[in-house]
């Protein structure tokens, strides 16, 4: 095999490669309603073509009046010539002395400025009267004071969340162009896999990765789509992942990309398509592979379910959130790190952590002892992966670290 791609690349180099080919294949944009758009990366900035509040209305409930009345008739009672909810306006038209007992949201009379409320007045008759000290244009919501036309109140590149969308909701707007979801195929291969739920051989495992990588998907809002596990035998792989590279925008596999015997997969990018960098200097996660053939990206994850974990979280994403510019970076938290770790290779570690938040909302991170890239259980059993940084040697407890969240504090 030859070498023109770059190989044993420092994490941050595969950050910028990911980056650039992610870039350089972005995917295309559709409209998507609001009820269905949340968590969907916004492919246009919005300019508002309208003001919010779009009239002037009652922040409260009470009295809507003008203010210059207020000297002499809020000792001996203003008259109530009506009342005015919230939405048809009823074409009141205020005098001397007189108001209208009004709702919030609702459309101020004409003539009125100001909103008396109701908890400091006291109703008889037909008029009431103010124990409190009104303000010239209390409790007004004026036109515009939240936005003006022409705001830009989203930017291409944003993900959609709940409060992002209702202010879309309410400038009127029913639909939003986003970036289309990549399609996403999925591959775990080895010839010792065996389907969950099925009775074991000799030298066989459960398939782990295949539900741990769907997994990873949906919670990123995909379908991806699993493929039967794939025997370690070239000329299958070749005609499944031939398949699957006119069919997806990403197709993901693990196992099969070490420099094993039965390691076929970049041989296979390599005669069909190309591959972008082979081996990230990180642990777990060293062997990663990055291609492409034709329009479709190819990621080969390690077959170890920690380094599937790793790989995914810290780059896997990275990918996809590319694909659709995203703009917004993944939150990185910094935790205080509760036990001195010694570190004795050089490669950037995503080391399994138990990341805890107490009730004065400090972060700490508890390292778990167990090593291994296999060793499933210490993930499951913990909620972040702890960045220790490249270079060998002790790093002391206390020291601050960044963290990569997952599980509980994944969302
Ligand atoms: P490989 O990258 O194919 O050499 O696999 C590395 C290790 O991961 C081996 O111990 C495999 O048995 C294991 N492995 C590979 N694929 C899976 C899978 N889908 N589920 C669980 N373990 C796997
Ligand atoms: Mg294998």
Known sequence: MNSTYPQRISFSDAQTIIDDVAAANRLGVERVPLARSL?????????????????????????????????????????IIGEQFAGPPKGFVIEKGQCVRITTGAMLPEGTDTIAIKEDSSE?????????????????????????????????????????????????????ACATRPTVAIFTSGDELQAPGQPLQAGQIYDSNRVLL??????????????????????RIETALRDAAFS???????????????????????????????????????????????????LGLPGNPVSVLATFLSLGRRLLDGLQGRAEPRSLLRAQLSQSITKQ?????????DLHIDNQGMISVTPNAATGSH????????????MLPEGEGNIAAGAMMRVLPYGRWLS
Not at 145 to 152: G, K, Q, T
Not at 252 to 277: M, N, R
């Open 124 to 176: 008889e008759q037909g008029s009431v009267k103010f124990h409190a000290p009104v303000k010239f244009g209390s409790n007004i919501r004026r036109a515009g004071e939240d936005v003006a036309i022409d705001d830009n109140i989203a930017k291409a590149g944003q993900v959609l969340k709940a409060a992002r969308i209702s202010l879309l909701a309410a400038v009127g707007l029913h639909d939003v």
């Open 39 to 79: 968590n969907r990366v916004l492919a246009e900035d919005i300019i508002s073509t309208v003001t919010l509040p779009n009239f002037d209305n009652a922040a409260m409930d009470g009295y809507a009046l003008r203010a210059e009345d207020l000297n002499e008739y809020a000792k001996t009672g203003f008259e």
């Open 248 to 298: 997806f925008d990403v197709v993901i596999t693990c196992g099969g990309v070490s420099a094993g015997e039965k390691d076929y997969l970049p041989a296979f990018l390599e005669q069909h398509g190309q591959i972008h960098f082979w081996k990230v200097r990180m642990k777990p996660g060293m062997p990663l592979l990055f291609g492409q053939v034709g329009k479709t990206l190819f």
């Open 345 to 353: 290779h050089a490669r950037l570690e995503f080391m399994r952590g």
């Open 375 to 386: 060793r499933l259980r210490a993930a499951a059993e913990s909620n972040a992966l702890i």
């Open 214 to 235: 769907q997994n990873l998907l949906i919670a990123e809002g995909l379908e991806p789509v699993a493929w039967p596990v794939l025997p370690d035998d070239p000329a």
